[in-house]
């Protein structure tokens, strides 16, 4: 299967030690969609030094999305180490570059045009055009739909697939 554009690094277990020994025990481990992964294998990893940081992201998404992981504790740890391993799952770091927002409109333009006229996800003010952007919040990866006075927010996935 030909794997789809992400613009997130994949996560791999030697990055583990790497976030430990940066002195990051809490991990947010949630569920990630996306073209080409197959529902319920894919995984983005959110790091933090603090509980409290990782607690603000967990409560801004469902619970049934994702779990904080604290990594001093021997089970959680054997239970990411035990996810980083399986070759059918794919787990990706929180964080996208610069260039994603273009890399991201290269790859799935003609998706993303089928999705706004075939889906009427904004009006779009011809004078103005359409501006598309991405941004990555503690509830996911979202696209950002603006032309003129008129915005839309949506979960990326919905505009990419």
Not at 8 to 27: C, D, H, N, R, T
Not at 57 to 74: C, P, Q, R, Y
Not at 147 to 161: D, E, V
Request: with cysteine; aromatic share 10%.
């Amino acid at each position: 299967m030909k794997r789809s554009y992400n613009p997130f690094q994949e996560f791999v277990p030697q990055m583990l030690s790497y976030f430990i020994s940066a002195g990051k025990k809490w991990f947010l481990v949630q569920h990630f969609p996306w073209p080409g992964i197959e529902p319920g294998k894919g995984f983005m990893i959110s790091p933090y030094e603090s509980e409290v940081a990782g607690k603000e992201h967990a409560v801004a998404i469902d619970a049934t999305e994702g779990k904080l992981l604290d990594l001093s504790n021997a089970d959680a740890l054997r239970k990411l180490t035990e996810l980083l391993s399986n070759k059918e799952i794919r787990c990706f770091l929180n964080t996208i570059d610069a260039e994603s927002d273009e890399n991201m409109r290269k790859a799935y333009l003609k998706k993303i045009q089928a999705n706004i006229r075939g889906k009427g996800l904004i009006q779009v003010n011809r004078e103005e055009g359409l501006q598309v952007t991405f941004r990555l919040y503690p509830q996911g990866f979202f696209a950002i739909l603006q032309s003129g006075q008129n915005q839309a927010i949506i979960p990326a996935i919905n505009l990419i697939q």
